[in-house]
């Protein structure tokens, strides 16, 4: 009996393989490369999401954390309030905000608007 073949230019593919890459044998770069790839190849908002996803989250293993942001922000147009994206962005804020200051502004607009909304809700 033969095996099946996958193709690996398919997008399922691809994105397994990069995950699996960046999750389980930490090549990051070599896992956000493979995301890309994906990008290419698909107009699905529930791949796409994944795939932003998992590209924020290597960048930010790479300490990358401006392009994790960069990566993050294309999520939330993609999808506004997603918790994912929202609980990413929080964690490389929170992990780098020290780090640079324009990350530190991003963290401080984060949490007004959060304390916004929190006074909507109680008004």
Not at 10 to 35: M, R, W
Request: proline residues 2%.
């Amino acid at each position: 009996m033969r095996t099946p073949q996958i193709n690996s230019n398919l997008t399922e593919a691809l994105i397994s393989k990069g995950n699996t890459l960046g999750n389980i044998f930490k090549q990051y770069d070599e896992a956000i490369e493979l995301l890309d790839k994906a990008i290419k190849t698909t107009k699905d908002f529930a791949f796409l999401c994944s795939i932003y996803y998992w590209q924020a989250k290597f960048y930010h293993d790479l300490k990358q954390n401006k392009r994790a942001l960069e990566t993050i922000k294309k999520g939330l147009e993609l999808s506004p309030g997603e918790n994912y994206f929202i609980n990413l962005k929080l964690t490389v804020l929170i992990s780098s905000w020290k780090e640079d200051k324009e990350i530190e502004e991003e963290a401080e607009q984060m949490l007004k608007d959060f304390i916004k909304k929190i006074r909507k809700i109680f008004d």
